[in-house]
């Protein structure tokens, strides 16, 4: 099949997304598929065919609520990208941002199958989207399937209340193989001399909540413990980061580390060897890092944010810094507590969220649009 993604971000770019449609690009590309993302343009992109997957190429950015931003030639390009690009399926991925938006309008002329993976509806609330959110249901049905993260978030909700159901299908995010293979050693390379270490990872937006985390670590009170902070920085959305506080709190604070443009492999051995991973995000829909500290056997301390009440047993659910801190001290001092929670979880990840899995259900939905 020829099927297209469209993302706001795609490789070199790293974030949520961009990880999800990467893991979905590239496995659906080694199963016999011919795969094309279409995305922004960033400057650090030199290749435009990565690990077999198609990239092209727009210079808009923006969404319909608050203005696409780009030519009306380029609006165009895109549009007829999407209708004259030959492609079996089409897939959207996320709401509010310029790639989805500008396929509502051209839904029917698009002959390709369609599907819309929303992602959690993060402005639901917000009365700057109340026109969008008011006009998205007419969209919503014209789409072939809706593919939700979880049968008890927002988006899905919508969509019962706007009478789509029929087309709603659940894959939940996940985590891959990649945590299977032994640590490389991240306290020793990047310096953590204590004998615990907790770490957060995510972008610096304010919404991720790295300021809750640092506030809850302040009030642990530890000398023995290290929280590692690992994410970059937006690229020219300076208002939105909360970076350059996050560095003062680790220039005031020895104990608290701030990295960024870490190599993935090293990531991935910071979830193998950090005693617990903190998360203060205020806005997800199924957050990319919890699956993944299943996979890595790491224990999950979050605030209610997405679908995280899904896994309520085997992770810990805090509302303020200070239960984040009482919660964090706890589980430190159990081992046998933070060992039983890591092997649940690991247990589920490979049950039942593994991206080969995964990849298998997005395969196979797809495959009944070629019958």
């Not at 944010?305 to 801190?325: F, W």
Request: glycine residues 6%.
């Amino acid at each position: 099949m020829r099927i297209l993604f469209t993302v706001e971000f795609y490789e070199p770019r790293k974030g949520g997304a961009e990880e999800v449609v990467r893991q979905l690009a590239e496995r659906l590309v080694k199963r016999g598929h011919i795969v094309t993302v279409a995305t922004s343009v960033v400057s650090e992109r030199v290749e435009k065919t990565i690990h077999g997957v198609s990239i092209e190429e727009f210079q808009l950015s923006g969404n319909s609520a608050k203005g696409i931003r780009g030519t009306d030639e380029e609006k165009k390009r895109y549009q007829d990208f999407l209708i004259s690009g030959g492609f079996d399926v089409i897939v959207n991925y996320a709401a509010q941002i310029w790639c989805t938006d500008l396929t509502f309008s051209i839904l029917k002329k698009v002959k390709a199958k369609k599907v819309f993976i929303p992602c959690g509806y993060s402005r639901l609330r917000s009365p700057a989207y109340k026109v969008y959110f008011d006009t998205l249901p007419e969209y919503l049905k014209q789409y072939d399937k809706l593919v939700y993260m979880s049968s008890n978030y927002q988006d899905y909700i919508f969509g019962e209340q706007y009478g789509v159901v029929d087309k709603a299908v659940v894959i939940p995010n996940g985590a891959g193989e990649e945590f299977l293979v032994e640590p490389l050693g991240f306290k020793k390379k990047y310096g953590i001399t204590t004998p615990k270490m907790i770490i957060s990872i995510s972008n610096h937006y304010f919404a991720k909540g790295h300021l809750f985390v640092i506030d809850a670590f302040r009030k642990m009170h530890r000398k023995d413990t290290t929280l590692v902070v690992i994410g970059e920085r937006p690229s020219g959305r300076t208002w939105y980061s909360c970076y350059p506080l996050c560095k003062l709190n680790a220039f005031l604070n020895s104990h608290i580390r701030v990295l960024q443009d870490i190599p993935r492999e090293w990531v991935v051995s910071a979830y193998q060897e950090a005693d617990l991973f903190l998360f203060g995000s205020q806005v997800e829909c199924a957050p990319l890092v919890m699956y993944e500290a299943f996979a890595s056997k790491t224990p999950f301390i979050t605030t209610e944010a997405g679908n995280v009440r899904d896994h309520e047993k085997i992770i810990k659910i805090v509302k303020t810094p200070d239960e984040m801190a009482h919660v964090v001290n706890d589980l430190l001092s159990s081992e046998t507590t933070r060992r039983e929670m890591a092997e649940k979880a690991y247990e589920l990840w490979q049950s039942h969220y593994t991206w080969e899995r995964i990849v298998e259900e997005y395969e196979k939905m797809l495959k009944v649009f070629a019958t």
